[in-house]
């Protein structure tokens, strides 16, 4: 059973790459089930329905979440009442979204879950015990599991790897937009990636127009972001799993420069 996952989905260009190239992709790479990150989908901070429709449409089965999921004042009823939207479940309850989603197609199901890092962080739960609370309480037969580790410190993200190690079929991080080169399959069989990167415009500093944080930096003066739609890549991961057991076969991380023909004309 193989898994295709990409990292953060950002603002129109990251969901115009995702519209025009996912259709492409699961021809080449035939995966079982699509789960992106989808917490920067309209205009780079959090989720709409109308951000997040086309591309359920174009095939996603899965959306994980992250600090900005709730930025969307207008979009906390959607994701409430749309039970594949995971939210971190190390967030208070009132929080709205799922703690889990499970996608079932053609004898195969996955479980999607995310966690958010403490590190740099907004204030959550610690990530190693809800994970471990969660995990106890889940149903037996939920053998293939996919952890969104949403975190800043690759050290936190490294530690809570070897703690699920063995529990769950992959653990792939995200939130820092960049990605890393360090997927494996650890010693118990989890697939690990500390970073998937960011599915969007690169050309940017992780996803807002790069003139404008440049002077935010240089003058310390608060100053209005603007998403880019330059230097567009697909940052994603690929993850074959034995449904048997649960235990992961095999990582490829992916990472392409693409371009967009189309462009998505709505975005919040
Ligand atoms: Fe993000
Ligand atoms: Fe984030």
Redesign the pocket.
Known sequence: MRLLFFG?V?GKAGRSILKEHLPTLKDELKPDFVII?G??LAD?KGLTEKTLRPLLHAGVDAVTG???LWDRAESLDYIARTPLIVKPLNYPDSAPGSLSFTITKDQLSLTVISISGQVYMPACDSPFAAFDEWYDAKPKENRCILLDF?AESTAETRALGWHVDGRISAMIG????IQTADEEILPLGTAYLTDAG?TGPHDSV??MRKSIILQKFRTSVPIRYEASDKGNQINAVLVDIDPASGRAQSIQRIKRKVAITKVENNDS
Do not use: A, L, P, Q
């Open positions: 953060d950002f990150n917490e920067n780079g992250g600090n900005h949403h995200t939130h820092t937009h960011m992780i996803g």
